[in-house]
């Protein structure tokens, strides 16, 4: 009876081995499939498939790879509203052909119409040039809204508004014309004289002298001439006072807003490939005379400063203009014909 018990026992122990290194091996051969199964699904969501397409960055700042699987160091950037050139895409990634090929994950992509800026983007500001007729090259900014309120507005908005445009400038180009490459402004107490140094005449040594000056207008309210120059990869505006001869510059085209009181400049630069906001305050009582409240680089977006869309301030007193982010500011054709706009209020 004994040794039936032991026998017993030790048949027990045998099946239980067994049942235990069936079920291992099922559980491991389950845990080997959903491996294989999740390492394939894996390689399936990233398979690329040709695909020809633009898509935009609709984030301030994303990173980019150089492998589809989005594992690579994060130094290499995209900004809002960069215009990607895709050649194919997985589920996750697009393919971009931009110099190289590189990896951009799609949710960080849209349409343009997703390229959104907020009220903080629209006023964020990387640089004081100037501030209260200081140099403020060294003070670490973040925004230029004590100054001025921007906001997003429609196309339609802006078609209206433009048919009220205060005109402050009257462009009598023909009036004061250049003889030999100078121009001659008459002032009530003296002749002004601008003379081109043109880099394309033999008699001029070094490019860098370039100066290149344009007559656009004059400002009868505030008795100034509008000039424009251009130099060796640099530009701007100044006025020369009608009376005086004074001249009084500026970081770029000024625009007089309807109450007399600020002075605005809004431009790109090409060379730098930024845009410029500035705000003047008229202070003079019985002599013109401007002080600079701020001169500021925007951050986030490019005005378009020529062309059939022009800035210009409304009878209402809020300046307006049509931009880009600086990543889709061109395309194939020049100035990008599709545009956000804006309306700038001085504070």
Excluded at 5 to 10: A, C, E, G, P
Excluded at 37 to 56: G, L, M
Excluded at 86 to 92: E, F, G, N, R
Excluded at 99 to 117: A, C, H, P, Q, S
Aim: contains cysteine; proline residues 2%.
């Amino acid at each position: 009876m004994k040794y039936k018990s032991v026998k017993v026992i030790l048949l027990l122990f045998s099946l239980s081995i067994l049942l235990f290194n069936c079920q291992f091996f099922k559980n491991k051969e389950q845990k080997e499939e959903l491996t294989t199964s999740e390492h394939v699904e894996d390689e399936k969501e990233e398979i690329f498939t040709e695909i020809r397409k633009h898509v935009y960055i609709i984030k301030k700042e994303v990173h980019y790879y150089k492998d589809p699987k989005g594992e690579t160091e994060k130094e290499w950037v995209y900004y809002l509203g960069d215009r990607l050139n895709v050649t194919a895409q997985s589920a996750h990634f697009y393919k971009v052909e931009d110099n190289e090929t590189r990896f951009v994950r799609k949710e960080d992509t849209g349409n343009y119409e997703d390229i959104i800026l907020t009220k903080k983007e629209l006023e964020a500001s990387s640089t004081f040039l100037i501030e209260n007729d200081k140099d403020a090259m060294d003070k670490e900014v973040t925004n230029f809204s004590r100054y001025f309120s921007v906001s997003l507005i429609s196309h339609e908005e802006y078609l209206t508004e433009l048919k009220n445009k205060y005109v402050f400038l009257t462009e009598d180009t023909l009036a004061i014309t250049k003889k030999d490459k100078m121009l001659i402004l008459p002032c009530k107490d003296t002749l002004v004289k601008l003379k081109d140094i043109d880099p394309q005449d033999e008699s001029v040594e070094d490019d860098m002298d370039m100066a290149i000056y344009d007559y656009i207008g004059k400002v009868d309210l505030l008795n100034q001439y509008v000039i424009r120059g251009s130099y060796f990869e640099a530009g701007d505006y100044f006025f020369i006072d009608k009376d005086t001869g004074k001249k009084t510059s500026l970081i770029g085209k000024p625009f007089l807003s309807p109450d007399g009181k600020h002075i605005v400049c809004l431009n790109m630069e090409e060379m730098d490939g930024v845009g410029y906001i500035s705000l003047y305050e008229m202070v003079g009582k019985t002599t013109f005379k401007l002080k600079t409240k701020v001169e500021a680089i925007i951050s986030y977006w490019l005005p378009y400063d020529w062309g059939k869309e022009p800035i210009f301030f409304s009878k209402k007193g809020y300046l307006y203009a049509s931009m880009n982010p600086s990543g889709c500011y061109y395309d194939s054709e020049g100035a990008n014909s599709q545009r956000k706009y804006v309306k700038i209020r001085i504070k």
